[in-house]
């Protein structure tokens, strides 16, 4: 079965009717974070109650991707009045189902004027909390595949490869590599046999972005991976998602055979000689998989390990083909540049950081959740206005960005533009896109020695620099945290950070001594007072005497 | 590592096309498919190495081998970096050489290297790269932890106190004998070589006794049965026979 542009409008207008044939649309939240709360008990009791009072023709209950606002879960948001409800449980069911056509109920009203909802400029997410991510038609009827549908039919392979370097689109996984120039080197390969991984193996502490995006919206993962077959010569795709985020797992393999189904993906998409097909593989715990080569490997059946580059994936990949790999992210931005022009994208952001970019905020943070903002947004938005500020009255310290191989910035840069150039200019990385905030009462070295640590236990093993430097690292800030260090073990702390960050084999090892350096170049005082003073400046090294 | 693998670090490179470039202001001459390290070799021009034995894939895994290129910041390694036209190659910058000296001795507090008990004193790999490169002390702490000895086999035995992962047992057994007995476990600095799936050496169904993996190893993690201190000496010289046999076109094996 093959669909036309017909077809495809005709599934999203009989979807769309279908949709506001309910006057009531009733939408809960059934991403990880508000399922941990119980939302799906939630929904099932609305659903029940709904039918109880026999009003499931005019009031629907839909389960929709993240909301954004995780912390105040479960969220349900009423879609035609436009009201949001926060920690809404089973009791207060017949409140709301009571509620509906009047007024509100008050006490469960999440303000959803806040700046937490207002300051967002919604594009990949455009669909999160809005459409099921387990019905391709609500995709569809959100314009979904039509990016798809012009990419194949009325663009060249080397328009769609323009349009995506006129967007001025960065990999979101990180490293910021230009999205175009990537995809033209891979188009630019001569072999016949060219893979599209979808980078899924999001590993940072507190980062979240691409399993929303994947319980939320997976059809426009997918959708955009087709473009990127389609403008490199590719015809095969594969996702490589970590196994610890099942529903993820289950809605993008829902997804892909919803797509084949229809013949969205498949042989002779759209009546056209372009043919694609995706696989999921899963992840098996590694942190350093996440890496490109390490990916590879995984995928191919082989350890977990990265190889050193050149040559790179894009020309020397998976199966020895030229393959080519972006985040989960960048492949969700595609069907918006597609459908809308790279110019249009290339209007949003900063000059060289072009469009949004979805941060998971966490840490000491009043509204801890999933945004997305404009590149350029300054840290203090993000941390004071969007973020709401720091809970309990403390005094903000730092916000940690980049996961394990970013750093922590300190209030000074508070003001600071966020894009690559100048969160690489303070020593810390865009990364994945985990901002963490700290308060007063953080410990930076502690905060260090966590991030270590981390890197410790991930570290492949495989380029003695990262394997032992890590451990020999994480040692010196369990010394210094415990108050036995010597000024001598601070220069070796910084000598070893120098040799890892130089003579280490791939990323992890390179950036893992991030963390520390930022610290010590921001916080040095709270190392010091550590080492000569004996004492924690924030108190939380708890082994410690107070402050005299 | 699985018998996929491929041998080279590439396939699709083109040994017929030549380049010329330097290494140390040295002008020298290298066919497409020969890394850094091959080509120093040729010109006489020595670079430490350590994971690297002729004959064997390329790991690029110690970064004993890092050498500078102008223009780059990064380090890159020797053994898996193939030389561009005009580029200019230095081995022995004073940055390089501090490095390797500082790699050298994170390896030697990774495990315990006791030189004056080991059967290999005199004749490691580790210990001349140590005399080599002038390491005389080690700045970093010891970290001293608690491995084992495998005597399970009838005639070698594998002390992982000594072992400096360098994989060259793991490779030689799956791509010279195929046998493939030996792997690896774990990751990052609790990772260990094993035989088979962790199984005694001595009990292991696919091991065939070759002892390669003995003659390779470049320290005395892997000896055989009844030497005493300093009396192991390894011997390599089935490498380069069995690859010319083979008709593999490789480098020969120098030292």
Same mark, same amino acid.
């Given at each position: 079965?093959?669909?036309?542009?017909?077809?495809?409008?005709?599934?999203? @207008?009989?979807?769309?009717?279908?949709?506001?044939?309910?006057?009531?649309?009733? @939408?809960?939240?059934?991403?990880?974070?508000?399922?941990?709360?119980?939302?799906?008990?939630?929904?099932?009791?609305?659903?029940?109650?709904?039918?109880?009072?026999?009003?499931?023709?005019?009031?629907?209950?839909?389960?929709?991707?993240?909301?954004?606002?995780?912390?105040?879960?479960?969220?349900?948001?009423?879609?035609?009045?436009?009201?949001?409800?926060?920690?809404?449980?089973?009791?207060?069911?017949?409140?709301?189902?009571?509620?509906?056509?009047?007024?509100?109920?008050?006490?469960?009203?999440?303000?959803?004027?806040?700046?937490?909802?207002?300051?967002?400029?919604?594009?990949?997410?455009? @669909?999160?909390?809005?459409?099921?991510?387990?019905?391709?038609?609500?995709?569809?009827?959100?314009?979904?595949?039509?990016?798809?549908?012009?990419?194949?039919? +009325?663009?060249?392979?080397?328009?769609?490869?323009?349009?995506?370097?006129?967007?001025?689109?960065?990999?979101?996984?990180?490293?910021?590599?230009?999205?175009?120039?990537?995809?033209?080197?891979?188009?630019?390969?001569?072999?016949?046999?060219?893979?599209?991984?979808?980078?899924?193996?999001?590993?940072?502490?507190?980062?979240?972005?691409?399993?929303?995006?994947?319980?939320?919206?997976?059809?426009?993962?997918?959708?955009?991976?087709?473009?990127?077959?389609?403008?490199?010569?590719?015809?095969?795709?594969?996702?490589?998602?970590?196994?610890?985020?099942?529903?993820?797992?289950?809605?993008?393999?829902?997804?892909?055979?919803?797509?084949?189904?229809?013949?969205?993906?498949?042989?002779?998409?759209?009546?056209?000689?372009?043919?694609?097909?995706?696989?999921?593989?899963?992840?098996?715990?590694?942190?350093?998989?996440?890496?490109?080569?390490?990916?590879?490997?995984?995928?191919?059946?082989?350890?977990?390990?990265?190889?050193?580059? *050149?040559?790179?994936?894009?020309?020397?990949?998976?199966?020895?083909?030229?393959?080519?790999? @972006?985040?989960?992210?960048?492949?969700?931005?595609?069907?918006?540049?597609?459908?809308?022009?790279?110019?249009?994208?290339?209007?949003?952001?900063?000059?060289?950081?072009?469009?949004?970019?979805?941060?998971?905020?966490?840490?000491?943070?009043?509204?801890?959740?999933?945004?997305?903002? *404009? !590149?350029?947004?300054?840290?203090?938005?993000?941390?004071?206005?969007?973020?709401?500020?720091?809970?309990?009255?403390?005094?903000?310290?730092?916000?940690?960005?980049?996961?394990?191989?970013?750093?922590?910035?300190?209030?000074?840069?508070?003001?600071?533009?966020?894009?690559?150039?100048?969160?690489?200019?303070?020593?810390?990385?865009?990364?994945?896109?985990? !901002?963490?905030? !700290?308060?007063?009462?953080?410990?930076?070295?502690?905060?260090?020695?966590?991030?270590?640590?981390?890197?410790?236990?991930?570290?492949?093993?495989?380029?003695?620099?990262?394997?032992?430097?890590?451990?020999?690292?994480?040692?010196?800030?369990?010394?210094?945290?415990?108050?036995?260090?010597? *000024?001598?073990?601070?220069?070796?702390?910084?000598?070893?950070?120098?040799?890892?960050?130089?003579?280490?084999?791939?990323?992890?090892?390179?950036?893992?001594?991030?963390?520390?350096?930022?610290?010590?170049?921001?916080?040095?005082? +709270?190392?010091?007072?550590?080492?000569?003073?004996?004492?924690?400046?924030?108190?939380?090294?708890?082994?410690?005497?107070?402050?005299? | 590592?699985?018998? #996929? #693998?491929? $041998?080279?670090? =590439?396939?699709?490179?083109?040994?017929?096309? %030549?380049?010329?470039?330097?290494?140390?202001?040295?002008?020298?001459?290298?066919?497409?498919?020969?890394?850094?390290?091959?080509?120093?070799?040729?010109?006489?021009?020595?670079?430490?190495?350590?994971? /690297?034995?002729?004959?064997?894939?390329?790991?690029?895994?110690?970064?004993?081998?890092?050498?500078?290129?102008?223009?780059?910041?990064?380090?890159?390694?020797?053994?898996?970096?193939?030389?561009?036209?005009?580029?200019?190659?230095?081995?022995?910058?004073?940055?390089?050489?501090?490095?390797?000296?500082?790699?050298?001795?994170?390896?030697?507090?990774?495990?315990?290297?006791?030189?004056?008990?080991?059967?290999?004193?005199?004749?490691?790999?580790?210990?001349?790269?140590?005399?080599?490169?002038?390491?005389?002390?080690?700045?970093?702490?010891?970290?001293?932890?608690?491995?084992?000895?495998?005597?399970? /086999?009838?005639?070698?035995?594998?002390? /992982?106190?000594?072992?400096? %992962?360098?994989?060259?047992?793991?490779?030689?057994?799956?791509?010279?004998?195929?046998?493939?007995?030996?792997?690896?476990?774990? =990751?990052?600095?609790?990772?260990?070589?094993?035989?088979?799936?962790?199984?005694?050496?001595?009990?292991?169904?696919?091991?065939?006794?070759?002892? $390669?993996?003995? #003659?390779?190893?470049?320290?005395?993690?892997?000896?055989?049965?009844? $030497?005493?201190?300093?009396?192991?000496?390894? =011997?390599?010289?089935?490498?380069?026979?069995?690859?010319?046999?083979?008709?593999? /076109?490789?480098?020969?094996?120098?030292?």
């Amino acid at each position: 079965m093959t669909l036309n542009i017909e077809d495809l409008h005709q599934i999203a @207008n009989i979807e769309k009717d279908r949709i506001e044939g309910f006057q009531h649309r009733i @939408n809960v939240c059934v991403a990880a974070g508000c399922l941990s709360c119980g939302s799906n008990i939630l929904k099932e009791s609305l659903e029940k109650e709904v039918s109880r009072r026999g009003i499931d023709n005019w009031c629907k209950v839909r389960g929709v991707g993240c909301l954004g606002l995780c912390k105040a879960g479960p969220l349900i948001a009423m879609e035609t009045s436009g009201t949001y409800y926060q920690g809404v449980t089973v009791a207060d069911v017949t409140d709301i189902l009571d509620s509906l056509g009047g007024s509100p109920v008050s006490r469960l009203v999440c303000p959803s004027d806040a700046p937490f909802f207002r300051r967002q400029s919604r594009l990949v997410s455009e @669909n999160c909390g809005r459409i099921d991510p387990e019905r391709i038609e609500e995709y569809i009827a959100e314009g979904g595949y039509e990016g798809l549908y012009l990419a194949l039919t +009325e663009m060249t392979r080397q328009e769609v490869i323009e349009q995506v370097t006129t967007s001025g689109l960065r990999g979101r996984g990180g490293a910021g590599f230009p999205t175009g120039l990537k995809w033209r080197t891979v188009s630019k390969t001569t072999d016949v046999v060219k893979f599209v991984i979808c980078n899924a193996d999001e590993g940072d502490p507190g980062a979240f972005m691409d399993r929303s995006v994947l319980e939320s919206d997976p059809h426009r993962v997918i959708e955009g991976m087709a473009v990127a077959g389609y403008a490199t010569g590719a015809s095969q795709g594969f996702i490589y998602v970590r196994a610890e985020y099942p529903l993820a797992v289950k809605r993008l393999r829902l997804a892909l055979s919803q797509a084949e189904r229809l013949g969205l993906l498949g042989n002779n998409i759209f009546n056209t000689t372009f043919s694609f097909n995706v696989k999921v593989r899963l992840g098996a715990g590694a942190f350093v998989c996440g890496e490109e080569t390490a990916l590879i490997a995984s995928i191919e059946g082989r350890m977990g390990r990265p190889r050193p580059k *050149p040559p790179f994936p894009a020309e020397y990949g998976l199966w020895e083909h030229p393959t080519l790999i @972006n985040n989960v992210e960048t492949f969700a931005t595609i069907p918006l540049i597609i459908r809308k022009g790279g110019a249009w994208l290339a209007g949003i952001g900063t000059e060289k950081s072009k469009g949004t970019k979805v941060f998971a905020l966490a840490g000491r943070i009043v509204n801890t959740g999933l945004i997305e903002i *404009p !590149m350029g947004t300054s840290l203090r938005d993000i941390v004071f206005d969007i973020g709401g500020g720091i809970p309990d009255g403390k005094r903000f310290k730092a916000v940690q960005t980049g996961g394990p191989s970013g750093g922590c910035i300190p209030e000074q840069f508070l003001d600071m533009p966020v894009d690559y150039e100048s969160l690489v200019q303070v020593g810390s990385i865009m990364g994945s896109g985990g !901002m963490i905030v !700290m308060d007063e009462s953080s410990c930076m070295v502690d905060v260090a020695r966590f991030f270590m640590e981390f890197c410790m236990s991930e570290s492949c093993g495989k380029c003695v620099p990262c394997r032992v430097g890590t451990r020999q690292i994480h040692d010196l800030l369990c010394k210094i945290t415990a108050n036995q260090a010597t *000024p001598a073990d601070l220069a070796m702390l910084e000598d070893l950070c120098d040799l890892m960050k130089n003579t280490s084999l791939c990323g992890l090892g390179q950036s893992a001594p991030n963390p520390v350096l930022t610290t010590l170049n921001y916080f040095r005082d +709270e190392y010091l007072s550590h080492i000569h003073d004996k004492c924690c400046l924030a108190g939380a090294c708890k082994p410690l005497k107070e402050v005299p | 590592m699985s018998n #996929q #693998q491929p $041998k080279k670090l =590439r396939t699709d490179l083109n040994p017929s096309r %030549l380049l010329t470039f330097k290494i140390n202001d040295q002008d020298v001459s290298a066919r497409e498919d020969e890394s850094i390290l091959a080509i120093a070799r040729q010109n006489d021009i020595t670079i430490p190495t350590l994971c /690297h034995l002729d004959g064997l894939s390329e790991r690029g895994a110690c970064r004993i081998c890092i050498v500078e290129i102008k223009g780059s910041v990064k380090l890159l390694p020797a053994c898996v970096t193939l030389p561009r036209q005009d580029m200019e190659v230095i081995t022995h910058s004073e940055r390089v050489i501090c490095y390797r000296k500082k790699i050298l001795e994170l390896i030697f507090t990774e495990r315990n290297h006791v030189c004056s008990v080991c059967v290999s004193n005199g004749h490691c790999e580790l210990q001349n790269l140590a005399v080599e490169l002038g390491v005389s002390h080690v700045r970093y702490n010891y970290l001293y932890p608690r491995h084992g000895v495998d005597a399970s /086999h009838s005639r070698f035995s594998v002390d /992982h106190n000594r072992c400096v %992962l360098c994989l060259r047992c793991v490779r030689v057994c799956d791509e010279i004998e195929g046998a493939h007995t030996w792997d690896l476990m774990g =990751r990052g600095i609790t990772s260990r070589v094993i035989t088979d799936l962790n199984q005694p050496w001595g009990t292991s169904e696919t091991c065939t006794g070759c002892g $390669k993996c003995v #003659q390779v190893c470049p320290t005395g993690a892997l000896s055989e049965k009844g $030497k005493s201190v300093a009396e192991m000496i390894k =011997r390599r010289q089935f490498l380069p026979y069995l690859q010319m046999m083979r008709g593999r /076109h490789e480098e020969p094996w120098q030292k």
